[in-house]
């Protein structure tokens, strides 16, 4: 079984939509969760980050942690055209700093 | 703004040959790392350092060697390039564990192709 599962789309959804990205885990000692988004050609940028269970928001973005399932999520309200790019759920158990990355979900937003 | 700098975004090297991405990070940051990126397999650590001078292998260190002389500098060796290291490798910084709240900052990558 794969550490983290994350589906790789990719998803495509108007303009408007509310977006719903997903990820399972298996390590029961991951206590940081993040995520992060990477447009094309570019690095990826920290979005969100949560440490406890139960929701986050930023905006029109909402963190979701059930540590009891071992599932992240991240909504997206009201989804635009830049929105569009590749979202990658992490996990952090301390230690010495390693992450561990999903493989990422494609998101299109059309308008 | 942190800013994490990588030399190159597009190389193209042949096989066989010795291959150095540079990364530069602005922020004072103790931790860097590499990683590599490929569809399907998400981002995979390569190396990671601590500190100046330091080095730990990551989850696959084979084929890849690492520098770290100065503070800022954290550079990636392939020593002898072969086809299935062609990838998007990114760089990235952060301040150490105890401020664990504080993210990884990534350059943008570098598209190596080996030939």
């Known amino acids: 079984q794969k550490e983290v599962e994350q589906d790789p789309g990719p998803l495509s959804v108007p303009e408007g939509a509310i977006v719903s990205l997903n990820c399972t885990y298996s390590?029961?000692?991951?206590?940081?969760f993040m995520w992060y988004r990477q447009y094309s050609r570019k690095g990826p940028e920290l979005l969100m980050y949560?440490?406890?269970?139960g929701n986050k928001e930023d905006g029109r973005f909402t963190a979701q942690v059930d540590k009891s399932s071992k599932y992240i999520s991240l909504f997206i309200r009201d989804s635009q055209p830049s929105d569009s790019a590749t979202y990658l759920c992490?996990?952090?158990?301390?230690?010495?700093?390693?992450?561990?990355f999903g493989a990422g979900t494609r998101l299109a937003v059309h308008p | 703004d942190v800013k994490v700098t990588q030399s190159s975004r597009y190389l193209v090297k042949r096989t066989g040959e010795k291959v150095f991405l540079e990364c530069v990070q602005d922020?004072?940051?103790?931790?860097m790392f590499w990683y590599r990126q490929d569809p399907g397999l998400g981002l995979r650590l390569i190396y990671f350092?601590?500190?100046?001078?330091?080095?730990e292998k990551g989850d696959i260190p084979e084929g890849y060697s690492v520098s770290r002389e100065k503070k800022e500098r954290f550079s990636l060796i392939l020593e002898s390039a072969s086809t299935n290291q062609t990838s998007m490798y990114l760089c990235?910084?952060?301040?150490?564990?105890?401020?664990?709240?504080?993210?990884?900052?990534f350059g943008d990558g570098t598209r190596l192709s080996i030939l």
């Open positions: 992490a996990f952090f158990s301390g230690g010495y700093n390693k992450l561990i």
């Open positions: 922020m004072d940051h103790e931790n």
């Open positions: 990235a910084s952060r301040s150490p564990m105890r401020y664990s709240n504080q993210p990884q900052h």
């Open positions: 390590n029961s000692a991951f206590q940081y």
């Open positions: 949560t440490y406890s269970s």
């Open positions: 350092s601590y500190d100046v001078k330091m080095k």
